[in-house]
């Protein structure tokens, strides 16, 4: 079934740094999306990318979808600690862009104060 | 409140034991997906029901069983469970075609 990779799988950072996630495909991909989940929570929806090359921006975070629509990031600018969750990108199975979705092992971000 | 609603939030019980985890979607969402998520495991799906049919199974036990009622709550069934069954169950919700899943909080699962 459809697999995708997410690196890395730790990342501590210092408050005010930026942080950089990564979600990879060895197949052409319909759309992607992008969850958090804090410790101790349920996963949130943040965002769906679909078009080639697609950029969005919520506040001072950056989510781009690659031109290949292989691969995807999500860019954090100047970290909180309330930024310290797992950052998880999530595909439908098939090439679709409807019914199950199958989701990353996640990056976990812990921002030090 | 993310209008998924599951119950119940936490469940202790022996091993070979019954549980049943329920799950209200979110009022509107006609498709339902149960999600198991380990320590050391992502979310890996277990199944979905689409206005009360089953629509996509994933890697679920034959001990593990789930329905969508006509009311299109949900509930998932585990049956002879094993220590290796502790874990977080989520239900999710949507709207098929539109964006994102809704979860729930979650019923953590602990097999003693």
């Known amino acids: 079934g459809q697999q995708v990779m997410q690196i890395p799988q730790y990342q501590h950072v210092q408050e005010g740094e930026d942080f950089t996630t990564y979600c990879n495909s060895s197949?052409?991909?319909?759309?992607i999306q992008w969850y958090k989940q804090r410790p101790g929570g349920h996963p949130v929806f943040l965002i769906q990318?679909?078009?080639?090359?697609e950029v969005k921006k919520q506040k001072r975070l950056t989510f781009q979808f690659g031109e290949a629509k292989k691969n995807s990031s999500l860019h954090i600018t100047a970290s909180h600690p309330r930024d310290s969750a797992v950052y998880i990108c999530?595909?439908?199975?098939?090439?679709?862009?409807?019914?199950?979705?199958?989701f990353g092992q996640g990056t976990i971000l812990t921002v030090h104060p | 409140d993310s209008g998924v609603t599951q119950t119940p939030k936490h469940l202790i019980t022996a091993t070979g034991q019954r549980v049943t985890l329920r799950c209200s979607p979110r009022?509107?969402?006609?498709?339902v997906y149960w999600y198991q998520q380990s320590l050391d495991q992502g979310l890996q799906f277990l199944i979905q029901?689409?206005?009360?049919?089953?629509?996509a199974k994933g890697n679920i036990l034959e001990r593990f069983s789930a329905q969508q009622f006509p009311d299109l709550h949900s509930e998932l069934n585990l049956s002879s469970l094993e220590l290796g069954d502790s874990a977080l169950y989520f239900c999710?919700?949507?709207?098929?075609?539109?964006?994102?899943?809704?979860f729930g909080s979650g019923t953590r699962l602990t097999v003693v």
């Open positions: 999710a919700s949507s709207v098929e075609g539109e964006q994102g899943y809704t």
């Open positions: 029901y689409y206005n009360g049919e089953e629509r």
């Open positions: 999530a595909v439908f199975a098939g090439g679709t862009s409807y019914g199950k979705l199958t």
């Open positions: 197949t052409t991909l319909s759309n």
């Open positions: 009022s509107g969402d006609l498709s």
């Open positions: 990318l679909v078009k080639s090359g």
